[in-house]
């Protein structure tokens, strides 16, 4: 059982820069790869980012990329995402996620999912 926790949310203006953190319970962190998606009101859930195991390979949506880093820290079983230049349209709430295996890319891979963070950008 793995237990996520995100914090780091919060409301900026346009330009602006977010640092996400998404603390996780248990001993096996580096087992999973971690991905962070994002919900906004009306609109299906997107995949924003991912990262595999050891944090060699990482993955961003086209919407994000150059924009947003994802990072993890395995000795502090903690990834987190940087998000700069930061627009309107990022608002949503922002969820981490762990799969155990499958790929980091799609979301039903994912077997354990945080309750969420609020990111507003406003213009």
């Known amino acids: 059982q793995v237990q996520l926790v995100e914090s780091g949310g919060g409301l900026v203006q346009a330009g602006g820069s977010l640092r996400l953190s998404c603390a996780a319970s248990?001993?096996?962190?580096?087992?999973?790869?971690m991905g962070w998606f994002r919900q906004a009101p009306g609109k299906e859930r997107e995949f924003v980012a991912a990262s595999t195991r050891s944090g060699g390979n990482t993955f961003y949506a086209d919407s994000v990329k150059g924009r947003f880093t994802i990072s993890r820290d395995n000795a502090k079983n903690t990834v987190y995402l940087q998000m700069n230049s930061l627009k309107p349209e990022d608002t949503a709430v922002y969820t981490c996620?762990?799969?155990?295996?499958?790929?980091?890319?799609?979301?039903?891979?994912?077997?354990?999912w945080g309750q969420g963070t609020q990111v507003t950008v406003s213009s």
């Open positions: 996620a762990a799969a155990y295996r499958g790929s980091v890319l799609t979301a039903t891979a994912y077997d354990y």
């Open positions: 248990g001993r096996t962190f580096s087992s999973y790869g």
